[in-house]
């Protein structure tokens, strides 16, 4: 079946380190996001592309980076820069103007 | 600025009651809207969509929601909860995808 892999589940790491999130999807889906959803609020974008080697901000992109090196996957890394990583990262995907089809997500602790 | 208001933070409706979720937007234009539901510790699944047309939507699992343009709203709507409705729900607006503003979402309680 097709969908949206995201690794690990939960991931836990030292204040000071740079931490990568993976994101892999075998739909064929053209575009790929990055979430950030923390207890009470909204999902915010973080960053997004629509198609391989290119990527665009979202609202919230200080302290992260992506790369589109393949369709399939959109890692994204979480830097020593982001001032409250500790949050839950969704990934999704979507082709043409269908809806966001999500990942189930990787809760990131930072001590 | 585009916007979502999802009013109440948590509900708690009986089994077999009826359910009526909130959902009240600020847009330029019609846009785009969804209802998604998110079980603990997953990712959102849709539930429906709304782009144009009818402005009562069906969706899965039971689920409808309405469009007022009037009210700028999209309450999502089932005549009987079932306890596997217990979960969270996000009211999404947006042009497109990239542009997509999610509410803070409504927790479901369901009382046996």
């Known amino acids: 079946d097709g969908g949206i892999t995201q690794s690990p589940k939960y991931l836990f790491r030292k204040e000071g380190q740079n931490v990568t999130l993976s994101c892999e999807q075998n739909l064929n889906h053209d575009a790929m996001y990055w979430y950030r959803q923390d207890p009470g609020q909204g999902l915010r974008l973080i960053y997004y592309s629509q198609i391989v080697n290119d990527f665009q901000k979202g609202d919230i992109a200080e302290g992260y980076s992506v790369s589109r090196e393949k369709k399939e996957s959109f890692p994204l890394t979480v830097t020593s820069a982001q001032k409250n990583p500790t949050a839950f990262y969704l990934c999704?995907?979507?082709?043409?103007?269908?809806?966001?089809?999500f990942g189930n997500g990787t809760r990131l602790t930072v001590t | 600025a585009q916007s979502v208001t999802q009013p109440d933070i948590h509900i708690t409706v009986s089994e077999g009651a009826s359910l009526e979720l909130r959902c009240n937007y600020s847009y330029g234009a019609t846009p785009y809207l969804f209802w998604y539901v998110q079980s603990p510790g997953q990712g959102l699944q849709l539930l429906l969509k709304?782009?144009?047309?009818?402005?009562l939507v069906q969706g899965i699992k039971g689920f409808e929601a309405e469009f007022k343009r009037s009210q700028s709203s999209f309450n999502l709507r089932k005549p009987s909860v079932h306890w596997s409705d217990a979960a969270e729900y996000f009211c999404a607006v947006g042009a497109g995808n990239n542009d997509m503003r999610f509410g803070a979402g409504t927790r479901l309680t369901v009382k046996p």
């Open positions: 709304y782009f144009s047309g009818d402005t």
């Open positions: 999704a995907s979507s082709i043409g103007t269908s809806p966001l089809h």
